[in-house]
């Protein structure tokens, strides 16, 4: 069981995010894209897409430092392991806080608004649930085990069994011992990034630099006398018979 669930399943996932991608992109270009909304609905998105987005990119960059980085790296950098753990903690919870704000503001935005509502995808639905169980899932190991809890030391454990997952070493008996939130915590970003290529996801590798600082969409208003419509077709058709004798 344990080499299924810490061996299998992460190697299954990453199959097919890569290959999710590829099928992606070879069937479904122009599906690659945000399916932006903001047309039917702006004032919650303003406030929400720029919190989760901002929520998200710490809540990222800290899950990079915390599985990527060895323990032995900042020793020799002389940080302390109190101070590391200070700073994982307290950041993963403010930039935690934010990215919960806004992911809250982005759901009850697609059931506030009728318009928004009807053109929300079963895909999306699902990537909400998904996003929703696992910032809970983080915040119940950040708050719950680190803030307010006694504390656990997942760097000598499950990011010393991630790293191996991908120089084909995976230690499954570290994961064995950690405790349920983490675990639940492990296979949900697996699964989710199984999830990733088959929803809108898939924009976050096409996106420009400036798209973080861009208006959502620019509007110019149109100057002058406005440009007469295309004629009727009765028009068309009766200008062309030859005028009556």
Known sequence: ????????????????????????????????????????????????????????FGVIGGHAMGLLVPASLTETLGIPEHLYHQVAVWGGTVTGIVMVAGLALLIARRFVSGRVRRVTTRMDKVLYVFLAAMVVLGMTATVGENLLGSGYDYRETIAVWFRGVFWFQPHTELMTGAPLVYQLHAIGGFLFLALWPFTRLVHVWSAPLAYLWRPYVVYRARRGPVPAGPPAPAVVRDAARPAAR
Do not use: I, K
């Not at 069981?1 to 199959?15: E, G, K, Q």
């Open 1 to 56: 069981m344990n080499t299924l669930v810490w061996v299998v399943l992460p190697y299954a996932c990453l199959a097919v995010f890569v290959a999710g991608h590829v099928w992606r992109w070879r069937h479904d270009q122009f599906g690659w894209t945000t399916h932006t909304s903001q047309l039917l609905e702006s004032r919650l998105l303003r406030l929400g897409s720029p919190m989760f987005h901002l929520g998200a």
